[in-house]
């Protein structure tokens, strides 16, 4: 089965088979290679972690797996276990160590691709990272204050937004 992709450009320096049709700029893209368009039946939904992985939000299908039975993983607000399917149009949250990624589907990815197509399997709406400073400052205790009390911890939690 053949998926229709619009990638604006020819995918080949992506290490994608495809053929160009000069005419429409459109990338045909066999099913083989782990990239499904839009409407195409019932392969719309892909696995979380599989996706996360896919499209190189973790560095291993087992983080990826791992962050969603942390709960470091959430699909429209939802914390999900790794089986959760995923479709066009869903907004998910990755925590990753002192940051939160924020991304849009826009396209259903099976198999892991380059950093390129990556790029454009999702809409990014996360807000930029802490700069370094500003991430050693918030979790800095004296030294020899010793363990943190219940309360002191859960604002610590806050000021990290977690």
Same mark, same amino acid.
């Given at each position: 089965? /053949?998926?229709?992709? @619009?990638?604006? &450009? !020819?995918?080949?320096? $992506?290490? #994608?088979? !495809?053929? *160009? #049709?000069?005419?429409?700029? /459109?990338?045909?893209?066999?099913? @083989?290679?782990? #990239?499904?368009?839009?409407?195409?039946?019932?392969?719309?939904?892909?696995?979380? @972690?599989?996706?996360?992985?896919?499209?190189?939000?973790?560095?291993?299908?087992?983080?990826?797996?791992?962050? $969603?039975?942390?709960? =470091?993983? %959430?699909?429209?607000?939802? =914390?999900?276990?790794?089986?959760?399917?995923?479709? *066009?149009?869903? +907004?998910?949250?990755? &925590?990753?160590?002192?940051?939160?990624? #924020?991304?849009?589907?826009? +396209? *259903?990815?099976?198999?892991?691709?380059?950093?390129?197509?990556? /790029?454009? !399997?999702?809409?990014? =709406?996360?807000?930029?990272?802490?700069? %370094?400073?500003?991430?050693?400052? /918030?979790?800095? &205790?004296?030294?020899?204050?010793?363990?943190?009390?219940? +309360?002191?911890?859960?604002?610590?939690?806050?000021? +990290?937004?977690?």
């Amino acid at each position: 089965m /053949v998926h229709l992709l @619009d990638l604006g &450009r !020819c995918a080949r320096s $992506c290490r #994608i088979r !495809c053929d *160009i #049709i000069p005419a429409a700029k /459109v990338v045909r893209v066999t099913e @083989d290679e782990g #990239i499904v368009q839009a409407g195409s039946g019932p392969s719309e939904t892909v696995r979380v @972690d599989s996706w996360v992985w896919s499209v190189r939000l973790a560095k291993t299908r087992s983080a990826a797996a791992a962050a $969603c039975k942390a709960g =470091h993983v %959430r699909v429209n607000g939802e =914390h999900v276990k790794p089986a959760q399917p995923v479709k *066009i149009g869903d +907004r998910v949250r990755v &925590r990753q160590e002192d940051w939160e990624r #924020i991304v849009v589907v826009s +396209r *259903i990815v099976r198999k892991r691709v380059g950093a390129v197509v990556a /790029v454009e !399997c999702y809409v990014d =709406h996360s807000p930029p990272p802490p700069s %370094r400073d500003v991430a050693f400052q /918030v979790g800095l &205790r004296d030294r020899g204050a010793g363990r943190p009390t219940k +309360r002191e911890r859960r604002d610590l939690d806050h000021l +990290r937004g977690r």
